[in-house]
């Protein structure tokens, strides 16, 4: 039997799922979609809708397969390129300490879903009882390849898209030069 384990799956994927469905449903006090989407979007994640909806979708999923111990190393896969991108969006800049919005808590994450990829999910998992159950480091460096794969292409995706228009009040009125005005009729 394999406790610690399960006891990490629940706490990491529950947590993940928790953040994910902040992201899609505006549960647990979340924003919702549209509010999300409006965040990525002010942090370069173009368009934000396709990137909020993606980054919840992978939290509540990965998250989901994490806890029960399910395609694991794909999970693992998903949350790494998930919380990468974080990092690089929004807490590298920060250094390393969450105290300060840093990348600390992110890292814990992936290095949590490494290990779970590398170790496996134990026997209280939907892998083993369906003897699919992959492990060993090549599973973990997989996953981990592919988790900066993905968030690779994501920071692509956002840079190739456009950026926005700004608001209407914002567009400045068309400069007309002082001698281009014609003088008031006498």
Not at 33 to 56: D, Y
Not at 106 to 115: E, H, K, P, R
């Amino acid at each position: 039997m394999t406790p610690g384990r399960l006891a990490l799956r629940a706490t990491v994927g529950g947590f993940f799922v928790g953040h994910g469905t902040q992201k899609l449903f505006g549960w647990f006090g979340g924003h919702g979609l549209e509010a999300t989407a409006k965040g990525f979007e002010s942090m370069g994640l173009r368009p934000g809708r396709h990137h909020a909806t993606a980054a919840a979708v992978a939290e509540t999923g990965g998250g989901a397969l994490v806890a029960a111990g399910l395609a694991t190393p794909f999970a693992a896969s998903v949350l790494t390129a998930t919380m990468l991108t974080a990092i690089h969006r929004v807490h590298l800049k920060n250094g390393p300490w969450s105290a300060n919005g840093g990348y600390e808590y992110n890292a814990v994450l992936i290095g949590a879903a490494l290990t779970l990829a590398e170790v496996g999910p134990g026997s209280l998992s939907l892998d083993r009882k369906l003897g699919i159950e992959k492990t060993g480091g090549k599973w973990s460096l997989l996953a981990l390849l592919a988790g900066i794969i993905g968030a690779a292409g994501a920071h692509a995706y956002a840079e190739s898209q456009p950026a926005p228009a700004p608001p209407p009040e914002e567009r400045a009125a068309p400069a007309t030069a002082p001698e281009a005005v014609e003088a008031p009729a006498a």
